[in-house]
């Protein structure tokens, strides 16, 4: 099935010039980018954005490391991506993260872990419109969809 993902290269990977590189990991798997947009998230958004998280003793230093600097918002799309995106992430923790896998690859410590992504087709959606105005989401066919898919 055809999905939608939110992945947010937060600004350790902007400040890091990761930003291009990461993309490029999606891009090559045969992932489409239908938005992007560099921004400076204010707290509200922050706290709107993780606020599944807004009782955890990290939820402070979260908030405060989401905000110090520009954030490549994303929005990405193809089969399956949301699960497949996030594999690609790695875990959480970047020290239990597997190499090969961007967080696994590019980062150390959890409360520096470069990228976000969403992690169900529920949270993709609300957290596509709180980012996106759909204006701002484009619409378009790859050339090569029969080279990624069987049955584009
Ligand atoms: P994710 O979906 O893999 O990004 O992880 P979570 O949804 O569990 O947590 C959201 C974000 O909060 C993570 O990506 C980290 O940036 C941060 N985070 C999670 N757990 C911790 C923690 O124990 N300490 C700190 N400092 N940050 C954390
Ligand atoms: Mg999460």
Known sequence: M???SFVMLKPDAVKRRLAGEVLTRFEKRGLKIIATKMMIIDSDLAKKHYGEHSEKPFF?????YIISGPVLATVIEGEECISLIR?????TNPQEADLGTIRGDYAIDT???IIHASDSPASAA???SLFFEDSEICEYTLPDEELIY???
């Not at 594999?87 to 875990?91: D, E, F, L, N, P």
């Open 2 to 4: 055809k999905q939608r």
């Open 60 to 64: 402070k230093d979260l908030v405060n």
């Open 87 to 91: 594999k690609m992430v790695g875990a």
């Open 111 to 113: 409360g520096r872990n």
């Open 126 to 128: 609300r957290e596509i």
């Open 150 to 152: 069987e049955e584009p």
